[in-house]
C-alpha cells in the first residue's frame, strides 16, 4: 500500500514539475510575442513617419517656380528656412495629427547647402537640362531664333545692380584673355568638343539668351545678353564694344603671325617700305605697315562676323581679304568681302571666348540675367539669391530624428 501511494506521490511530483516547466515556457513565449509584436509595431511606426516626412520634402520640391522652368529650364524653390520649415511641418502635421501615440518634437527645413548664394549650385542643374534638351533635340538651332530688333539698354537701377550675383566676383580681362589665344589658335577646336561641361554650358548660353545676331527672347531686357557673360558692362553698347575689341584682339597677332609668313605679303611690305623711306630706315616702317595692314584685317574680320560671313582662325591666301594699298590708304568702302568663306562665324567666336572664360564668371553672369529678365518680366522684387535646388529636412518624433536630403 505504502509503495502505491509513493508511485502516486512521484506521478503527481512529475506532473507538477511539467506544468511549471511549461508554465515558464509560455511565459516566455509570451514575453517574445509582446516583444516581437512592440519591435514591429515601433518599426512600423518608424517607418511610416519615415514615410511621411519624406513624402513632405518631396511636396515642398512640388512647389518650383513654374516661370523659371518654362523659360530657362530650371527646377528652383524659393523661401527660407523659417519660410521653408512651417511649410514642411503643415505637411508632417496633416499626416501624423491623426496617427496615435505619435509625438512631433521639431520640424525643421534648410536649404543652405543647395542655396544659389553660391553660383557654383546652379551648374549641375544647368548641365543635366542642356544634356537632356541635346538628346531629345530640344534645342534652339540659330535659324529659328526670332529676328524681332531690340534697342540698345543700360542698367542703371541702384538696387538691381547692387543684388547681381556677381558682384564683387573678381573678373580678370577680356581683352587680355582674347590676346592670349594667339597662342592657342590650335587649341580652339576643344571649343566644339561635344560632351564637355565647358561645351554644355555654353551651348545653354547661346541657346537661352540674346545675342548681337540672334534675339532668342525679345522681351529680356539685354539685346546683347552672350556679350553681357563676356564683358559684364550694364550696358548693351558697352558690351559689344568690350567683344569687338576681343575680338580684334584674338585676331591681330594671328593675322601678324600670317603675314609675316607669307613670302608675297613680305615681298609686298618690304617693297611699300622701300618706297616709302628708302634706307635703313625702311625696317622700322616694314613692321609698322605690316602692323596696320593686319590690324586693318583684323577690323575687316569683325565686320565680317557680324554681317554673317566666316573667318577661319589662321587665314590663307583665299580668305585673306584687304590688300596693302587699302590698308595704307586707311579708305574703305564696306565690308570687304575674300575669295573664299570658311572657318568660324560670329556665335563659334563667341563659344571660343566663352571657352576660355572663366567658369564662375559664366555662372554668376548667367544667374545675372536670369534675375535681371525676371525682375523685368513677371517680379519686379525677384532675387536668384531666395532661390535653392534642394532642400534637407530633419524632423524629430518620438526621440527620434528623420533626416532626408531632397534636391531636384
Known sequence: MSDKRSRLRKVNNKRGSSAVFLTVIMATLMSITLALIYGVTEETKKSTVDAVVNLAGDSLLSEFDRKLLEEYGLFLLKGTDEELSRKLHSYISYSLDDMKNVKTISVEASAGRFSLTDPAVIKDQLLEY???????????????????????????????????????????SLTSTAESLADKAKDVEAAFKAGTDTY????????????????????????????????????????????????????????????????????????????????????????????????????????????????PMVKDESTWAIELDTAIEGVFRGTIIPAQQKGYDYDEYLQILLFFQNENIKLARIMDLIQINMRAEYDSDFLICEYSTGVTVKVKVDGKTHTHEKRY
Open 200 to 311: 554644355l554650358l555654353n551651348r545653354y548660353i547661346l541657346t537661352h539668351f540674346n545675342r548681337k545676331d540672334t534675339i532668342v527672347n525679345s522681351n529680356h531686357f539685354f539685346r546683347n545678353e552672350a556679350e553681357y557673360i563676356l564683358g559684364g558692362e550694364l550696358s548693351d553698347r558697352k558690351n559689344e564694344k568690350r567683344v569687338e575689341i576681343a575680338l580684334k584682339a584674338m585676331r591681330f597677332p594671328i593675322n601678324m603671325a600670317y603675314l609675316y609668313s607669307d613670302p608675297k605679303k613680305q615681298a609686298a611690305l618690304a617693297a611699300a617700305a622701300q618706297a616709302m623711306t628708302p634706307g635703313a630706315a625702311a625696317v622700322a616702317t616694314q613692321a609698322a605697315l605690316a602692323s596696320t595692314w593686319a590690324y586693318a584685317e583684323s577690323d575687316n574680320d569683325v565686320e565680317l562676323l557680324w554681317e554673317g560671313y566666316k573667318v
Open 130 to 172: 542642356t544634356k537632356m534638351a541635346e538628346a531629345e533635340g530640344l534645342l534652339k538651332d540659330k535659324g529659328s531664333s526670332e529676328t524681332t530688333s531690340m534697342e540698345n539698354r543700360t542698367l542703371r537701377y541702384g538696387p538691381a545692380i547692387s543684388s547681381l550675383p556677381s558682384t564683387g566676383i573678381p573678373s580678370p
